[in-house]
């Protein structure tokens, strides 16, 4: 059995039934709870931290903020293409660095783009 949003191996036993699709545990919890972008306690405990320097970026995050700085705005698209990740994925990466404020979204032309903060 295949998990029908990521496509991973899993036994009948691990599935979940979400929205009418078989899907692994990981796809089910990242369903029920999405990254949120705008949260301003996570964004208070973040910031209050980044003060003290416990702030260390993972490698995927680090990536993101380099491509981010060196094109200046680029589309979550773009980014995951560039990054070779799911969409997703740099979403649940930006979300971080959101909190952490240092990237941001900016709307333009009806496109949401990712900025410096």
């Known amino acids: ?3 029908e949003q990521c496509g991973a191996g899993l036994e009948a036993d691990e599935s979940r039934q979400f929205e009418g699709k078989q899907i692994c545990e990981d796809c089910y ?3 029920i709870n ?3 972008a705008c949260d301003p306690w996570a964004v208070h405990l973040a910031t209050s931290d980044k003060g ?3 702030v260390q970026l993972t490698s995927v995050q680090q ?3 380099d491509l981010v700085k060196k094109h200046g705005m680029i589309s979550f ?3 995951a293409g560039e990054l ?3 969409e997703e994925d740099v979403r649940r990466e930006f979300a971080t660095l959101r909190h952490l404020e240092i990237l941001r979204a900016q709307k333009q032309h009806e496109q949401v ?3 410096l903060f």
């Open 1 to 3: 059995m295949k998990c």
């Open 29 to 31: 919890i990242s369903a």
């Open 34 to 36: 999405p990254p949120k």
């Open 52 to 54: 003290r320097g416990c």
């Open 63 to 65: 990536r993101l903020y």
């Open 77 to 79: 698209a773009d980014a």
């Open 84 to 86: 070779g990740l799911s």
């Open 113 to 115: 783009l990712i900025a």
